[in-house]
């Protein structure tokens, strides 16, 4: 297993996740997204950020890039595929996730940590989770995430909310939501389970030293695929 | 080949609630003017060439599809200007 971290310009949390990968013992490069040829890797990690600076909208600019074409080739071959904060902007906005993420209902910048249900176990970052609360940091001003009626009906229903926006006891209330996100959403996957995008950062609660260890939960799924793989052959 | 100015306005689609605008219309009011509701938009203001008139809308409305509004949250609409000098249609 070799994870693909993606980095664009104006990408801030690569070495975050290229460290997480090193605690897990995972394999995995940087590569500048204009070169990125995904077929030598077995999944790969869109990282936070603000890629070009968030001109025009957060991750429009970057959809264009020649990555987005890899993106879209692999994730319908299947591959894993998690986008973080600006990497859940990008995916959205390329297509590969449904809805949008626009402006925090207020306006401002949240840099805090949230709790968040995991309500989707058909991902590869969160086989086994279901149900768990699982405690991350946030960083960002535009992770509202809204659809029309019919894609948000069509994504609850289909299972593809993935992580919920919950306070301590599980309830997902309004002051739980940290960003005024539609039905508390934090994160949601594809139709096929294997593209996850959210905005919280696993990669940034992965030892003690950091406040938090339950991203590796989400990380290790990675290492799990590869075991799966291997005990099928 | 001819000189065209498009102007697009993007602005958040009716139903999606727009947080920059209600900020914008509570300073409003507290500056003492009765405002039902603000919403917020940007333009964009691109130069560029095309072989005639038509080509140009088009270009601009493909700009607008692929790049300048995301169609999710957004509506757009397209001012064409020029050739270079003349009025804005």
């Known amino acids: ?233 | 080949m001819a000189q065209f100015v498009a102007t697009i306005r993007v602005r958040p689609k009716a139903e999606v609630r727009d947080p920059q605008g209600e900020s914008v219309a509570g300073a409003l009011r507290a500056l003492g003017f009765e405002v039902a509701d603000v919403r917020t938009g940007k333009e964009i203001v691109v130069r560029f060439s095309a072989s005639d008139e038509g080509a140009a809308r088009d270009a601009a409305r493909t700009m607008g599809d692929q790049l300048l509004a995301n169609p999710v949250i957004e509506d757009y609409e397209v001012s064409l200007g020029g050739p270079a000098g003349t009025p804005a249609r």
């Open chain 1, 1 to 233: 297993m070799t994870v693909a971290i993606l980095l664009y310009p104006g990408t801030w949390s690569e070495r975050d996740f290229a460290h997480a990968f090193s605690l897990l013992g995972i394999e995995h490069e940087i590569v500048w997204h204009a070169d990125a040829d995904l077929r030598r890797f077995d999944a790969a990690v869109i990282p936070g950020g603000f890629s070009y600076g968030d001109h025009l909208r957060a991750g429009a600019i970057a959809k264009l890039s020649p990555a987005t074409r890899e993106l879209q080739r692999a994730a319908a071959e299947g591959m894993p595929i998690l986008g973080s904060c600006n990497g859940f902007q990008i995916l959205c906005e390329a297509g590969l996730l449904p809805g949008a993420l626009v402006r925090n209902t207020h306006l401002e910048f949240r840099c805090d940590w949230v709790r968040m249900r995991v309500e989707s176990e058909d991902t590869p970052f969160t086989a086994g989770l279901g149900g768990e609360i699982l405690r991350m940091p946030i960083a960002h001003g535009e992770g509202n995430w809204v659809a029309d009626p019919e894609t948000l009906a069509r994504v609850e229903s289909a299972g593809q909310v993935v992580v919920r926006y919950v306070d301590e006891r599980g309830a997902a209330t309004p002051e739980a939501n940290p960003n005024g996100s539609t039905a508390n959403i934090a994160g949601i996957r594809n139709e096929a389970g294997n593209v996850l995008g959210l905005m919280p950062h696993p990669e940034r609660c992965v030892e003690d030293l950091l406040g938090g260890t339950d991203g590796r939960k989400m990380l290790a799924g990675l290492g799990a695929t590869e075991s799966a793989r291997l005990l099928r052959i």
